[in-house]
């Protein structure tokens, strides 16, 4: 099935741009990074001229276009009625910045519906993590994600809202940072003190003397009669 | 007593008649005497001899009392479990017998009582030891246990004595009730001369019938403070520098500060909005911020020189007592 597969993909692949190209972007880290999700591009096979409609072959290619040189993180997506998904990535390393980039197999064939022909793992969502990649994802211009679904139960499959997220850099310090640091050094901190712990310890000592105060708005009296001890033995002896 | 008849396969009956006969005879020893003694060895026999000595429920009070204490040391426990109640049981039997003798002053007699009183105190304080203050409920059926035990007279009292064991149904005699605060003190690891200022605040006069509701208010009032007490002497730790000996006074006068601020606006409201504000106010002046910003202060301005152990323990005392209502 896979060989079928692939002689298929090097065969009839077809790269249509003549379609609208959708268009995602995202401006800060937390949406992950801009990038440019081609449409998805379902491979048939047996439909060599127009006439004949090709019969779905389950396997489907959408290609995922970033700035160059990024560093990936994580991919993330909702998954919706894909089986198995093949991540290929194409790099160019850093020193070589005249040669052509290279496509290789980041992760292959990951299972991502125990059964393609039920319904589990069908709508879930999935990362796959750079951990997880067999190659380094560095200096990463182009990012492909062959989809596959060996099963006829389904209609159609795809995954949607991919998202890719990359390394954080160490941000770069900025004035006041470096200020801060100076005046650390100027005034070094005289008190090692855990304020933190201090803190929490007068909370519970606080708390223990509202427990008593709440107590003692519920305490019924003796029932003494005397004011201020006038019924003292002394001083009813003076009278 | 024990008598090792019974190794007759089939002699239940008599067996059994002569368990009757000692269990009217004995007072106290009755109770072990039955549990001791070995029945004949057929299962149904077995079964009925337990039913028979409540040895069931016995064991299902003792489990369940030991499930709401949870000590550290079950076996112990379970031994002071069940002295306490061959004491209970004791006791009942030899104020039974008491009955029809009418007190008549001598010393023989004062000593047994002030025997058994110190041994209800002890039983009392047993009671009062196996739930923390914060197990409300626990505490509180404790406390309810206690109050009982300490507020108990024979049937007809003590006619004729000088200091009675309490009025009649009236409640816990205040003799008692300053002896059990007192204990619950020493034994919370307060030392008597921090602790005698609160128990000025809770005294009661010795004649005085205390009722239920002071009796427990004090109690949870002594266990609280021997909670705030051992939370100052880890807080003086903490401001101490590990390696400069005693504390800077600056410091601990900043921190008791802030404690004091905070205890003086969360003082009592009217409306629970109100009060609930307060406390947020009482917070904000314990948050770290607002303590790192008083103690770089004292450390600048404040008094030099140090402040030692005792001294700062005195002193989050009295922040505490202050606020202990006279009881009257």
């Known amino acids: 099935m896979c060989t079928c597969h692939t002689f298929i993909f090097l065969c009839y692949y077809e790269y249509n741009c003549d379609r609208e190209q959708s268009k995602m972007s995202a401006d800060d880290v937390t949406k992950g990074v801009a990038c440019t999700l081609k449409p998805p591009v379902f491979l048939h096979f047996g439909g060599g001229d127009s006439k004949t409609q090709g019969c779905c072959s389950g396997v489907c290619v959408i290609d995922v276009a970033l700035p160059p040189g990024k560093t990936i993180e994580t991919i993330t997506f909702k998954n919706f009625y894909t089986a198995l998904v093949s991540v290929r990535l194409q790099r160019r390393s850093p020193g070589q910045e005249g040669a052509a980039a290279k496509w290789c197999t980041a992760l292959r064939d990951r299972p991502l519906m125990t059964n393609p022909h039920t319904e589990a793992g069908a709508q879930d969502y999935y990362s796959i993590d750079r951990k997880q990649m067999q190659v380094e994802p560095d200096g990463v211009s182009s990012i492909r994600l062959i989809l596959k679904q060996p099963s006829s139960a389904w209609l159609t499959f795809s995954v949607q809202d991919v998202r890719i997220f990359p390394r954080m850099q160490p941000v770069r310090k900025g004035r006041i ?13 005289q008190d090692p003190l855990d304020v933190a712990s201090v803190s929490c310890r007068l909370q519970q000592m606080w708390a223990l003397s509202q427990v008593m105060q709440s107590s003692q708005s519920h305490a019924a009296s003796v029932g003494r009669f005397d004011v201020d001890g006038c019924y003292d033995i002394n001083l009813l002896s003076l009278t | 007593m024990f008598n090792p008849v019974a190794e007759t396969r089939d002699g239940t009956s008599t067996n059994m008649a002569d368990r009757e006969k000692r269990r009217s005879a004995g007072s106290g020893s009755c109770l072990a005497a039955t549990v001791a003694e070995p029945g004949p060895a057929t299962k149904g026999s077995d079964r009925e001899f337990l039913s028979q000595a409540g040895v069931g429920e016995l064991l299902r009070g003792a489990l369940l009392k030991m499930v709401e204490a949870r000590p550290d040391d079950p076996v112990g426990f379970l031994a002071d479990h069940f002295g306490s109640l061959a004491a209970a049981v004791v006791e009942s039997g030899s104020e039974d017998l008491k009955e029809p003798r009418l007190s008549d002053g001598s010393s023989g007699d004062e000593g047994a009582r002030g025997a058994r009183a110190q041994q209800r105190l002890n039983r009392a304080l047993w009671h009062l030891r196996l739930a923390h203050h914060s197990q409300r409920s626990a505490f509180g059926n404790n406390v309810r246990v ?24 009236g409640g816990v005699s205040g003799a008692l009730y300053t002896q059990t605060l007192r204990c619950l003190c020493g034994e919370g690891g307060v030392p008597a001369s921090t602790s005698a200022p609160l128990l000025c605040r809770l005294h009661c006069h010795d ?106 323990e005195n002193a989050a005392a009295e922040l505490f007592i202050a606020r202990v209502k006279v009881v009257s």
């Not at chain 2, 206690?146 to 149904?169: C, I, K, N, Q, R």
């Not at chain 2, 009796?215 to 807080?235: E, K, M, N, P």
């Not at chain 2, 409306?271 to 008083?294: D, G, I, N, T, Y």
């Open chain 1, 177 to 189: 940072d470096e200020l801060s640091d100076w005046l650390l050094l100027v005034f070094p901190p």
């Open chain 2, 207 to 312: 004649h005085e019938a205390v009722p239920y509701g002071v009796f427990r208010h004090g109690v949870l009032t002594c266990a609280v403070f021997s909670d705030y007490i051992r939370q100052a002497q880890r807080l003086y730790a903490q401001v101490c520098q590990p390696d400069e000996g005693p504390a800077s006074r600056a410091a601990c006068l900043a921190v008791l500060g802030a404690l004091r601020e905070a205890l003086e606006t969360s003082r009592d409201a009217d409306s629970p909005s109100v009060k609930a504000l307060r406390r947020l106010e009482a917070s904000a002046k314990m948050s770290p911020h607002q303590l790192a910003r008083v103690m770089t202060e004292a450390q600048a301005r404040g008094p030099a020189g140090h402040m030692d152990a005792k001294e700062f």
């Open chain 2, 146 to 169: 206690a109050y009982d035990l300490l507020s108990l007279t024979g049937p007809f009292g003590h006619a004729g004595d000088s200091s009675p064991a309490g009025a009649p149904g």
